[in-house]
């Protein structure tokens, strides 16, 4: 049910990401950028549509992030969400990463799957780049960063 995305999922999950972006539940990806990065992302696709995707994103030599996860409405709450977090954990650990992380609204989510909430000072200074991008840094930011030890 989980494979690799592509070419032709980019739209749907332009769509879906976007959709929770404009609720302020994550952050907005333009095509480009999801182009850029389709080889990190994986999708569920139930009937011939995208149900739900995620990215995993290599940050650094221990430190992966679980990013741009987000699950279509009329199929929440059925293990989806999880599932991917735990495809991004096998794919993660194969590569020899010993730690994942996510910033994130939702961080009760992630604490059901094993994930500790912990300061934004641990993550690797790269992130701060992105952050720093955001229109909603730093008085706006609702993301909680939460981390996961894998190895
Ligand atoms: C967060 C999200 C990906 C979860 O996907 P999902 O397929 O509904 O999640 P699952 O079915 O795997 O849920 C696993 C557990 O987490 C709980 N859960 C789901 N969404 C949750 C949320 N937003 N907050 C807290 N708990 C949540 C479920 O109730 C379930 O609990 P249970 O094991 O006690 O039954 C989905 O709600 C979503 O797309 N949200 C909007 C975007 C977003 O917040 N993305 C994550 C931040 S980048």
Not at 23 to 49: C, D, H, P, T, W
Not at 55 to 78: G, M, N, P, Y
Not at 140 to 150: D, L, Q, R, T
Request: hydrophobic letters at 45%; charged letters at 25%; one cysteine or more.
């Amino acid at each position: 049910m989980i494979r690799k995305a592509k070419i032709s999922d980019v739209k749907e999950i332009q769509k879906l990401v976007n959709y929770y972006a404009k609720n302020g539940q994550m952050l907005a990806r333009s095509l480009n950028q999801i182009y850029e990065q389709l080889q990190n992302f994986y999708v569920v696709e139930l009937n011939k549509k995208v149900a739900g995707c995620c990215e995993l994103f290599v940050t650094w030599e221990d430190i992966a992030e679980v990013k741009a996860l987000a699950v279509a409405l009329s199929h929440r709450d059925r293990g989806l969400g999880s599932a991917l977090v735990g495809k991004c954990i096998s794919t993660a650990k194969k590569l020899g990463v010993k730690k994942v992380f996510a910033l994130t609204a939702s961080p009760d989510f992630f604490l059901k799957l094993g994930f500790k909430v912990v300061p934004k000072e641990v993550l690797p200074h790269k992130i701060w780049f992105e952050c720093v991008k955001c229109p909603l840094f730093p008085d706006n930011c609702n993301e909680v960063p939460v981390m996961k030890e894998i190895s």
